[in-house]
């Protein structure tokens, strides 16, 4: 292995934004990254081929700067960052054969826009809980990026948000490269809820294009999304953010508006009629938004703040809703 390789950094998925944060970390002149993929087909494919076949299949990813491991716990091994990158849904299974003893000293960085499902939990605050790591050695990837442009090289900007500047600093640097720039920001809780928020918009988004509304509706439901997401952030963190950022705004507006956007393909699958099971089976990838819409609803009963746009997604997707009576019933609640 190359001498100059000094830094270990364990990526944990293996699905479209795992690949992607690869091939930024892969920019870094000085890291190694230690990959971990659930499917074994996969990790075969990539050690002999260098492309992950089943997301960003373009993607070179070369063999001196990645080391793909079939196994959790060889991918942590003698790495300063552990990057999560599994969908919130699916995320206790791998993480079993880990321990507090294993993650001791290590940084941990969620790429998870998605809450736990069942203990209604961000990312951050169930890793603390199950493995005792502490928030300021934590951060999370946040900002308007689709991995689908980063595998592009199209100009993107990230936000690495923490309670604990130096981590967020630090880890910008390693996100930052010809196409990628990344910025701290320490508003760890108000961008993880904030990126969660913005898939059950996305979904709002694709369910009422799916029905055949227009840009129009959508622009004011958008608007009124901000709203929504403001009132919740602060009802459970308040704290003065700037909510127009990119990390917030920008992020809002990429998932709502973007054709590569997961959340609102599925919502637009539900708009033209598909049930969740046949959206999902169609879908290769996975709507955060799903899940969230259940975990930020369920939250809700303790905070009870005006949600009509999660309350409308919530009952289409979880109490069987027709969409098109739904959205009848949302425009009354839209400014
Ligand atoms: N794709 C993006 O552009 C992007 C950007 C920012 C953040 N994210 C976030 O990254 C996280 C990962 O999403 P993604 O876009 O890479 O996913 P994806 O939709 O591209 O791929 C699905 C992933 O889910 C895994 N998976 C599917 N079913 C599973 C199961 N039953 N058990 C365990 N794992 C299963 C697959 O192995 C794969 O890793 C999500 O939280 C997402 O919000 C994605
Ligand atoms: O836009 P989506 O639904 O693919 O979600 C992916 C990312 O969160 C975009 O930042």
Same mark, same amino acid.
């Given at each position: ?23 930024? +970390?892969?920019?870094?002149? !000085? &890291? ?25 299949? /373009? ?38 054969? +880990? ?36 928030? /300021? /050695? ?7 990026? !689709? ?22 600093? /630090? ?28 898939? &059950? ?7 009422? !294009? ?80 799903? =899940? ?25 997707? =979880? ?17």
């Amino acid at each position: 292995m190359n001498q100059t390789l000094t830094e270990k950094i364990a990526v944990i998925g293996g699905g479209s934004w795992a690949t992607a944060l690869v091939k930024i +970390l892969c920019e870094q002149p !000085h &890291i190694q990254v230690r990959w971990w993929l659930r499917s074994a087909e996969d990790i075969a494919h990539i050690r002999t081929y260098h492309h992950n076949p089943s997301y960003l299949s /373009d993607v070179y990813l070369s063999p001196k700067k990645v080391k793909v491991c079939d196994k959790i716990k060889e991918a942590i091994k003698g790495a300063q960052y552990v990057v999560l990158a599994i969908p919130a849904a699916f995320i206790e299974e791998p993480l079993r054969e +880990l321990s507090p003893e294993l993650l001791k000293g290590k940084r941990i960085v969620s790429a998870i826009k998605g809450m736990v499902p069942h203990k209604n939990k961000l990312v951050t605050d169930w890793i603390e809980e199950t493995y005792g790591i502490p928030l /300021d /050695d934590m951060c999370v990837i946040a900002g308007p990026c !689709h991995a689908e442009e980063v595998a592009l090289e199209k100009q993107s900007y990230l936000t690495i948000a923490s309670t604990n500047l130096a981590c967020s600093e /630090d880890f910008s640097k390693l996100m930052t490269c010809r196409y990628v720039t990344a910025n701290p920001l320490t508003d760890l809780y108000g961008v993880e809820y904030a990126a969660v928020m913005k898939n &059950i918009v996305a979904l709002a988004c694709g369910i009422t !294009h799916g029905i055949g509304y227009g840009d129009n509706f959508q622009a004011v439901m958008v608007a009124n999304a901000m709203q929504e997401i403001r009132r919740f952030v602060t009802a459970v963190d308040p704290r003065e953010r700037d909510l127009s950022s990119s990390a917030y705004l920008g992020d809002l507006l990429v998932t709502a508006y973007s054709q590569f956007s997961r959340n609102r393909l599925f919502g637009n699958m539900i708009g033209r009629g598909y049930s969740v099971k046949a959206a999902q089976l169609e879908m290769k990838m996975i709507a955060e938004g799903y =899940y969230a819409a259940k975990s930020i609803f369920t939250m809700n009963e303790k905070y009870q703040v005006s949600m009509p746009i999660t309350e409308a997604v919530y009952r289409i997707l =979880y109490e069987g809703a027709a969409p098109a009576f739904v959205m009848e019933q949302l425009k009354k609640h839209l400014k």
